[in-house]
């Protein structure tokens, strides 16, 4: 079964729509402010606070421990960390936090791909993006094919929905952020039809 992540999330709205079609994380970007979907700590405390939200992932670069602190008492599950921090580093803020782990790797060549060794026993998914980040590009996705099949696997990266049926045969889940936005902001539409058609592949898988 492939699972969502709807990443960038900025209005309660769109947190609602992806709740009712089905996505199974809500992702935040904080103290990033290259991305236009950068939130200040009291949007990222309203918008965590919705009564049905899912499993909200805090989306960070680097963190530090002043950061780390600064959300601890707010409604994250996963913490999604991009860097170089060692395994050990990341253990730490995982034990220290409480939280589940999205250790992000970003993604251009085999030897990039092979850092998931280093971090797969701490990390509860691993996501592979593409170099971009906030900019949206892709990668070869063939340079995934042999990851251990024990890994939870994430796949960000300038995603279409045309592209979700080869996706969901390499990925546990796929985040997404660009393809359903309209001009930098995220638009209803393209998000409904977006996880209707992750739906729709997980309902043929099944037949």
Partial sequence: ????????????????????????????I???????????????????????????????????KSQLESIKNLNFQYYQIYGDQDPDEINK?????????????TIETEENVLKYKKYQDISNVILFDSIGKEKSLSFDHSLLKDVSKNVIKMI???????????ISKIADIVDVSGAVETEKKKD??????FLLKIKEINENRTL
Avoid: W
């Fill in 1 to 28: 079964m492939l699972l969502a992540k709807i990443c960038g999330l900025t209005e309660t709205i769109h947190i609602e729509k992806c709740i009712e079609y089905g996505a199974s994380m809500c992702g935040f």
């Fill in 30 to 64: 904080l103290f990033y402010p290259k991305s236009h979907r950068n939130l200040c700590l009291d949007k990222a405390k309203e918008l965590t606070s919705l009564k049905h939200s899912k499993s909200n992932v805090a989306v960070m670069v680097q963190p530090n």
């Fill in 93 to 105: 803020i995982k034990k220290r936090y409480g939280v589940k782990i999205i250790k992000a790797l």
């Fill in 156 to 166: 960000a990266g300038n995603i279409q929905i045309q592209d979700l049926e080869k």
């Fill in 188 to 193: 209803l539409t393209k998000i409904k039809e």
